[in-house]
């Protein structure tokens, strides 16, 4: 029989409160019947940090382990290395970034995320944030909750979205969901800057222009929105020596990963005036410290931070899916037949089996 490990996030009343959370230590991906019914051993944990941990307890044995990238269990080489039985790695759903791929794929694990599960919420959250920085809200807001009433204080710093240039760093399931969105706006361009380009008929529906330079599609920029996978090529990508070559005043969204961005430059341009404003829900690492720089960044009029804990993907409807998506890929597992979808597979076999991730992906 299988032990099958699983690091979730607490709910604690809130996971009573709406059962559908699957996604929370209490109701565990909803899959614990399932599982036991057939004999096999299911240990779920919130504890992932230090050599005390009950992950680190846990996972010398376990075949299959599952983690979510809301709460992320990080799998390094040390942790793979321990786990002589550790055969999957399942991502409860996408984005496999906090698992060391080169270390399993030496040991011949299988990683695999539950592609598509929410691509919908994310690039929702997305536009979202963008409308909450350029309308200025979270000041806004604020006034009300503070028994305030400053009309200009909170104009000063709004803007509409029509006549913008937007553009999207990546232009994957999410980006391109993104840009779809944004049409309704009316904005002056939609720009995207991907490793490969889009076909001629998706550019023509989503209204995009392709900029093979990253710094030239920055530069002509209102808004920027970053919409691509973590990997060595990306890590670190928006610094300051990029942020110099952004539109002076122009907003930034990141919902892809929070390493992608330099915590202090990042909170340096906003203050300077550099980035007028950033938002997004990605930090690193999570849960975020109390002094990570993004919790209380301000620009010069008291706004500019639409930042959120890591909720993005994991909305109600998004949970249901990623829960379903997870149950799939462990019973396809269990089957033995091996026919997992193919875009759920970040490696398999020894080889990556996505673009998305390993050492020849590159950014141009």
Request: charged content about 25%.
């Amino acid at each position: 029989m299988v032990k099958v490990l699983a690091v979730l996030y607490k709910g604690g009343q809130h996971a009573k409160d709406e059962p559908r959370m699957y996604g929370c230590l209490e109701n565990e991906l909803g899959i614990r019947e399932w599982l036991e019914s057939q004999g096999h051993t299911y240990v779920t944990t919130d504890s992932k940090e230090g050599p005390d941990s009950v992950l680190d307890r846990e996972i010398v044995d376990a075949e299959i382990v599952v983690t979510t990238p809301f709460h992320p269990g990080y799998i390094t080489r040390e942790r793979i290395e321990k786990a002589k039985n550790l055969k999957l790695l399942v991502t409860a759903g996408v984005g496999s970034d906090h698992i060391d791929l080169t270390a399993a794929n030496e040991q011949n694990i299988t990683v695999a995320e539950v592609t598509g599960s929410n691509v919908t919420s994310v690039a929702e959250h997305v536009v979202m944030t963008i409308l909450a920085l350029v309308r200025n809200f979270v000041p806004a807001h604020e006034q009300i909750v503070n028994n305030e009433w400053d009309v200009a204080a909170a104009a000063k710093n709004s803007f509409d979205l029509e006549g913008k240039v937007i553009a999207t760093i990546g232009s994957g399931r999410i980006g391109q969901r993104v840009l779809k969105r944004l049409v309704a706006f009316e904005p002056k361009e939609l720009l995207y800057y991907d490793y490969q380009p889009l076909s001629p008929e998706l550019e023509k529906e989503l209204h995009a222009r392709r900029v093979e330079s990253l710094e030239e599609l920055v530069s002509q920029a209102d808004v920027v929105t970053v919409n691509c996978p973590l990997h060595e090529s990306t890590h670190g990508l928006v610094n300051k020596d990029l942020l110099a070559k952004f539109k002076k005043g122009a907003w930034l969204v990141n919902t892809a990963r929070g390493a992608i961005c330099v915590k202090e430059d990042i909170a340096a341009a906003v203050k300077s005036g550099q980035l007028r404003g950033y938002g997004g829900d990605v930090w690193f690492p999570q849960p975020a410290p109390a002094n990570h720089p993004w919790r209380d960044m301000r620009n010069s009029y008291g706004g500019g931070n639409a930042m959120t804990p890591h909720i993005s993907g994991t909305s109600i409807d998004a949970q249901v899916r990623y829960a379903q998506g997870t149950k799939n890929i462990i019973e396809t597992y269990l089957k033995g037949t091996k026919d997992y979808r193919p875009q759920d597979l970040i490696v398999i076999d020894g080889h990556y089996a996505t673009r998305a991730y390993g050492a020849d992906k590159t950014t141009k």
